[in-house]
Every structure is written in C-alpha cells, then in structure tokens.
C-alpha cells in the first residue's frame, strides 16, 4: 500500500538514512537536494549554515587544512563551520571522513564516481567507525560536481562561497501524491476496459432487445469496425525490437527528438480529446452529426468535432506553454488519460496467447533498459530518456503528480507504457467477462484491477527502498497476468492458455471478432458451439 512504500522511506528519528541539503547561496545551485547519511554518520547535526569546501586533495585520502581559511564578514566575528566536498576513490569511506574531521570540519560530502546510489559503509574497520564524530553524506556524481564548482569558483574570485544547512529528510506516514497517482493509473486502466468493451455491451443489449437499434452512451462510444487494431502476436513480438530502437534512437539525439516528441503528443492530444468530445456531443445533441466542412489532411468534419475541436486546442495550448512550470501537469494529465483511453478503445488483443506473449516480452524490456543498459551505455538508457536527457525538457508521454509537502518538491510520475500494456490486458479480461457472464471476484477483471493496484503499490516501495529508477513492469506484469494464470490454473481454465488437450477446452475463451464479439464454445465431444 501506500502507507508501506512511505514507511519504507521515512527516517526514523534515531537513525535518519536521508537527508536534505538546503544550499541558500550562490543562486544557481540554491535550492533543496537529497543526499543519504553514511551508516557510520554522527548525530546531532549543526544548526547553523556551513559553507562547501574543496580541499588540496580532491580525494580527501590526504591530511589537509583546507587551502583558504574561513570567511567572516569585514574580517569580525566568529569563523562559520565547514563542509568538505571529496570524491569518491583510493581511501576508505571513514578515512576520508578523519581527515575531514582532524581539518575541523562539521561535515563531509562524498560524490559518487555515476548517478547509482552507493551505500556508505565502514566496512570491517571498526575501529576507525568510533572515531567519526561528523556527519557524512552521499551525493551523485552531477549534483557533487555543481558544488565542487560552485566551491571553487568562489575561491578562485574571491566571492562568498556556497552556504548549505542540513537536516534529517523525514516523509509523512501518507504520501498523498504517490497515492494519487496510483489511484489515477488504476482508474485510467480500468475506464480505458469500459471504453472498449463498449461494443460488447451494445452488442448484448441487442439480443436481450431484439432488433430494435440501441441508443445509449456506450453506443455512441463503441468503435467502428475500420477504428479497432487487432495485435498479433508477430507485432507484439516487435514491441521490444521497434521500442529498443526508438529508446536508442532518443538516448543519442534526445537534443532534437524532444520536440518531435512534444509536436506528436501535442497533435494526438487534441485529436483524442476532441474525439471523445464529439462521441459526447453526438449522443447528446444528435443534429451536431451533420456534415460542416472539408478540411485538408483531415477529411470531413462534423460540426460536434469542430465544437469539440476548439477546448481541445486550448487545452493542449495550455500544456504547451506551461510544461515547465508547476501548473503544467493538470493538462498533461487530462491530454494523457485521452490519449490512454483512446488506445484501448482501439488497440484489441484477440486472446490470451498474444497477451501473453507481449506482456512478457515487455517485462525483460524494461528490466533491460532499466537495469542492464548501465553496463553498455554507462547509465540508464530509459531512465536518462525520460527525465529529458538534459534538455531541460520533461518526456511528457507520463503522468504528473506534483508532491504535496515534500521539501524537494518535484513531481511523482508514471509512464504511459506502464498503464497502456497492463490496460489491454486488463480490456480483454472485461471482454472475456462480458462474454462469459462473468463479475466481479467471479471474472477475471476485477481481481486484475486488484493485481495492477498492488503492483503500483510494490513498484512505489521498491523505488523509495532502492532509491533508482525502477522498471513498473517488472511488479505490474505478475500483477495482471500472474493473477490472471493464477486464477485460470485454480478453476482448471489453463486450456484457454493452450497448455491442455483439447479434450479440457470446455467453457474457455477464444479467439473473437474485433467489433462483434462471439464467445465459441466447445462441447466435450470437441465440436463447436456458439453461446
């Protein structure tokens, strides 16, 4: 649950393993960063500011006074504290840390040489442990580097240097933004399954109506048989090939690709918003079906979709100009749960087999470029590409939630990939429901629903214990679909997987027209019958 991946992230008062560094000065690096205590790291830590100081021996393996001594105001007053900044290498941990603290030093920070967390131990060295009496921190190699330059900088103009306080980073016990956006992505799924079982709803209200036309709002959402993509499993193969070339492709030229990124989520924003505002325009104002105009590239638009085409272009508008500001994500959000909702109205899978086959193979790609790729690319290739690959952009193909009440700020995001994948899935299991007269605990679908949530929930823990990106996939695809084979194995269903003679297929689904959905039946003498 929520209230496990935040007690799995709070410090305990005792034994904080987090920290926030508030830097005051100079204006370019100021503002709050996490750091991590090294487990020999002494407590209570100073009250008052202390400024970053870099010493003769980068390293810190060498015994210094640093090489300037401290400022103080005209010259009058007492000398403030210092922290020195070292890089990681050649000495231990807590060697670098007695050197800090024989120079008078209140604290130490140690860059890592990557990004990856590194957890300061003091190893067998017991005996040097009990001599730190400072508090060590840990900071990535990026951050480490902005304050080494900042520090030296100062030196070298003779400018203040930087100024930085630290204390104990302590979550609440309930992190409404990470539950938030859990509760968004499980409900974008689950909406995403009604829009496109759409066309199984109408189609059984037909034969309990007879064959009177039905008019109803799932009608009027239900696609058109041209608008449904059915997925084989030779495409669901090259989801990991195609997927590994465009990250690739996005790693290399991230500098350029941004903004044909933006135009694309900008130009498919509108066109899904604006949809599902003429399908909701239609059903309820049946005259704005009428033919407006012609328009070049895009065909013949009815007058719903040019009323529907106008909030959708302000919305997109919206995000466009407001992206990098902290009242971008409300758009992005909406654009997103559009153009998710709409992916699985259109994009079907047709049995098992095929969910099966994507679901997995989408597994080992995230794992892969998540965790794997550090070893060839020397970082993470899908991390590094959805943070923007330093553009100073964001990939706005995720969901945004900005943290409420959290020092560092920033947002709690979820890729689109991780909902979308599940979310054919989880649609097809409402699918085979519908059909079968399946629901609640009884189907598939909602124990999938469950599954997802949970995963989600997992997923959250995992990222706040581990402290790096991490792969969704990798908690949401035993989530959905080892709660589905779970469930198929427990009730003797594992024919509809294809792991049984055909003597065992009784009752199981297969494979169904992509707008009319038939449920094929087979009688234990093997013939076939339509229920």
Known sequence: APLLAACARTAVAANPTSAVLAVHRP?????????????????PLP??????????????????????????????GPAPGWISIVQRGTCTFVEKALNAQAAGAKGLIIVWADEFYVDLVAGNDTKNETGVDIFVLGVGHHLGERF??????????????PAVSVTPYVSSLMNISELLLITLAACLVALGAFCSTADVV??????????QPVRSFQAALAPHEDEVLEVDQWQALSFCGVGSCFLILLFYFMQYAIYVIIFCFCVGGASCIS???????????????NKSMTCPMVGILSHAELIAGVPAIILVLCWLFLRNTPYGWPFQDIIGAGFLCWLQRTLRLPDMK???????VMFFFDIFWVFISPLFFHESVMVRVATGGGTGESVPMLLRI?????????????????????????????????????????????????????GLNVTIAAL??????????????????????????????????????QSLRLGCWRRVSPVTPKLVVLSEGGSAEDA
């Open 27 to 43: 204006g370019e690096i100021a503002g709050n960063y996490m750091a991590y205590f090294a487990s020999f790291s002494k407590f």
């Open 354 to 360: 095929v969910a099966s086959i994507l679901l997995s």
């Open 275 to 289: 949809q599902f505002g003429a399908i909701c325009l239609n059903y309820y104002f049946p005259s704005l079906r």
């Open 202 to 211: 109408v189609s059984q209200q037909q034969q309990n109506g007879g064959s």
């Open 148 to 161: 080494r330059n900042a520090s030296v900088l100062a030196h070298e103009s003779g400018t203040e240097p």
């Open 402 to 454: 900005p943290t409420f009440g959290d020092p560092f700020g920033g947002d709690r995001m979820l890729g689109f990939g991780d909902i979308a994948l599940p979310g054919l899935l989880v649609s097809f299991l409402r699918r085979h429901d519908l059909m079968s007269h399946r629901s609640g605990c009884r189907g598939y679908f909602l124990p999938a629903i469950i599954g997802y949530f949970i």
């Open 464 to 501: 706040c214990i581990m402290r790096m990106g991490q792969p969704a996939l990798l908690y949401l695809v035993p989530g959905t679909l080892g709660t589905t084979m779970v469930i198929a194995f427990a009730e003797e269903r594992w024919a509809c997987f294809g792991m049984a003679s």
């Open 47 to 76: 009250k008052d500011d202390l400024i970053m100081r870099v010493p003769q021996d980068e390293l810190g393996c060498d015994q210094y006074p640093l090489d300037w001594p401290p400022p103080a105001a005209g010259g009058m």
